[in-house]
Antibody, heavy 123, light 110 residues
Framework: QLQLQESGPGLVKPSETLSLTCTVS??????????WGWIRQPPGKGLEWIGS???????YYNPSLRSRVTISVDTSKNQFSLDLSSVTAADTAVYYC???????????????WGQGTLVTVSS | QSALTQPASVSGSPGQSITISCTGT?????????VSWYQQHPGKAPKLMIY???NRPSGVSNRFSGSKSGNTASLIISGLQAEDEADYYC??????????FGGGTELTVL
């Protein structure tokens, strides 16, 4: 059974870079038809797609975050990572990683999801 | 990028049916059948309930169904149960290789 687990600091200072890693277990990150995505949810608010990566390194980002986001993959560790630079309080959120299905070159559903990790931006 | 539009809240009594709408544009829901729905209980990760407009993953109750007409997708829950009380989110592929979520709908079982 495929499982995903987020890890990283729970507190980041304003203007610094938020860095998280998602570890995939129970399956290979180097699978055809699957991208690997990051989604976030500010406290009490809705979900927002951040971006997704293929095991080859191909990436797609939310246009509203593109200038600050970098997603990378390490197939040897079965992990993918998120870097979000120049963070502010507005980036405080629960960050989820998830497997992102792509069919016929089009993004489709997210499943399964990690449990999520809360990252607070504060000095 | 603007989100898909969902009602903030809906409610229903046990045994009843409810519908949650998700309105997009001609750049997403209107031209693609890549709409999915997620259920989220408080403090938990979202769970996939419907994919590709109307398909149910294995293990999801057949009380959950989905449909689409024009720029609007819908999640229908029949035979409402207390355990269905949760937040529900829709998402769709949007032209330009992006993904958009709805703002979420809080379902209350009266």
């Amino acid at each position: 059974q495929l499982q995903l687990q987020e890890s990283g600091p729970g507190l980041v200072k304003p203007s610094e870079t938020l860095s998280l890693t998602c570890t995939v277990s129970g399956g290979s990150i180097s699978s055809d038809s699957y991208y690997w995505g990051w989604i976030r949810q500010p406290p009490g608010k809705g979900l927002e797609w951040i971006g997704s990566i293929y095991y080859s390194g191909s990436t797609y980002y939310n246009p509203s975050l593109r200038s600050r986001v970098t997603i990378s993959v390490d197939t040897s560790k079965n992990q993918f990572s998120l870097d979000l630079s120049s963070v502010t309080a507005a980036d405080t959120a629960v960050y989820y990683c998830a497997r992102h299905v792509m069919l016929r070159g089009v993004f489709d559903w997210f499943d399964p999801w990690g449990q999520g990790t809360l990252v607070t931006v504060s000095s | 990028q603007s989100a898909l539009t969902q009602p903030a809240s809906v409610s229903g009594s046990p045994g009843q049916s409810i519908t949650i709408s998700c309105t997009g544009t001609s750049s997403d829901i209107g031209i693609y059948n890549y709409v999915s729905w997620y259920q989220q209980h408080p403090g938990k990760a979202p769970k996939l309930m419907i994919y590709d407009v109307s398909n149910r993953p294995s293990g999801v109750s057949n009380r959950f169904s989905g449909s689409k007409s024009g720029n609007t997708a819908s999640l229908i829950i029949s035979g409402l149960q207390a355990e269905d009380e949760a937040d529900y989110y829709c998402t769709s592929y949007r032209t330009g290789s992006t993904v958009v979520f709805g703002g979420g709908t809080e379902l209350t079982v009266l």
